[in-house]
């Protein structure tokens, strides 16, 4: 079992930047993908970005390339999504999960474990 906790999420101007932190509990993480995935009320849930352990792979949904950027640290079990030109579009609840590398690591379906979520308002 690993256990996921968001943080970092808050209220921000359009255009604005938020650090997102997901920390893990267990040292297994370090061998997972992990990913970060937004939900607006009413709709799915959506890919936003993800990062292999090996930390040069990584990958982004189009509207947040350029402007996200995601990282680890698997040393202390450690998340992060940088966010930078934020727009209000942005605005939803992140996720962090993780669990092992698939094809379809854009899909939810693809990860054992979830964080509780972090609340992201980009006003404008």
């Known amino acids: 079992q690993v256990h996921l906790v968001e943080s970092g999420g808050g209220l921000v101007q359009a255009g604005g930047s938020l650090r997102l932190t997901c920390a893990a509990s267990?040292?297994?993480?370090?061998?997972?993908?992990m990913a970060w995935f937004r939900q607006v009320p009413g709709k799915e849930r959506e890919f936003v970005a993800a990062?292999?352990?090996?930390?040069?792979?990584?990958y982004y949904r189009d509207s947040v390339k350029g402007r996200f950027s995601t990282s680890r640290d698997n040393v202390n079990n450690t998340g992060y999504l940088e966010m930078n030109g934020l727009k209000p579009e942005d605005t939803a609840v992140y996720y962090c999960?993780?669990?092992?590398?698939?094809?379809?690591?854009?899909?939810?379906?693809?990860?054992?474990?979830w964080g509780q979520g972090t609340q992201v308002t980009v006003s404008s």
């Open positions: 990062i292999q352990w090996r930390e040069s792979n990584t």
């Open positions: 267990r040292r297994t993480f370090h061998s997972y993908t």
């Open positions: 999960a993780t669990g092992p590398w698939a094809m379809g690591y854009r899909l939810p379906r693809q990860y054992r474990y």
